[in-house]
């Protein structure tokens, strides 16, 4: 079998395009360029572009969780639950340190009934954008399922501007970071590694674990 640094992508790499969270685990789509040869083996322009799918056996880790539950807020804000022109950033702090529900308990109460599932992200490095999957638990005890619009991380005008987009940049790559962790097969037992370790996938014909795409990319 050929080692996992033979698969490491050329040029756009191998990126994260959607998580999500079902509790138990996390299914991860990845897209993966790779450089396309012609017979000689010679690199040419053009690039093949592969996605996959991993679902992961493993309860996401204590850290994780509390990525996820971080982008609550930008839950509410996004789904249209809080106005931004009426807060500023100390509400995330507070929802961070655990005080909001005393600070802000009507605030809290809308947040805490939010939950976010996942995300999807396009374009390019450089204007990336993402769109959040979430919902909201009802009064009645009803999940009601809602996709935020798409928003650009680094958006220019300030007409459409995310109000916290500094701070939704900051917390997304705080849990990107969580998710390759995850992936990678940090925060668990040995044990847990081990059975990590047998999941295969097939990247542009070639069958590789994820744990060893992941340390490869890591490396």
């Not at 690199?43 to 996820?68: G, M, N, R, Y």
């Not at 900051?170 to 992936?183: A, G, P, Q, T």
Request: proline residues 4%.
């Amino acid at each position: 079998m050929e080692t996992p640094h033979s698969l490491i992508p050329i040029g756009d790499g191998c990126k994260i395009v959607k998580v999500k969270n079902t509790g138990e685990n996390l299914e991860i789509a990845f897209s993966t360029t790779f450089p396309t040869v012609d017979e000689n083996g010679a690199a040419l322009i053009k690039k093949d572009e592969v996605q996959t799918v991993s679902k992961f056996p493993h309860k996401p880790h204590q850290l994780l969780e509390k990525a996820f539950d971080s982008m609550k807020p930008h839950v509410a804000f996004l789904f249209g639950f809080l106005n931004p022109d009426f807060f500023d950033e100390d509400l995330f702090k507070e929802f961070e340190e655990g005080v909001l529900e005393q600070t802000a308990p009507k605030e809290f109460e809308i947040i805490d009934r939010l939950y976010l599932r996942g995300y999807s992200t396009s374009g390019s490095n450089s204007d990336i954008g993402i769109i959040l999957s979430g919902g909201a638990l009802t009064h009645m005890g009803l999940n009601v399922t809602v996709n935020t619009p798409f928003i650009r991380l680094n958006e220019s005008r300030d007409d459409i501007k995310y109000a916290f987009q500094d701070r939704l940049n900051k917390d997304f790559n705080i849990l990107e970071s969580r998710i390759w962790e995850y992936m990678h097969g940090k925060r668990w037992t040995d044990g847990q590694l081990d059975l990590f370790e047998d999941i295969k996938i097939t990247v542009n014909g070639k069958e590789v674990t994820s744990h060893e795409l992941a340390a490869a990319i890591f490396d």
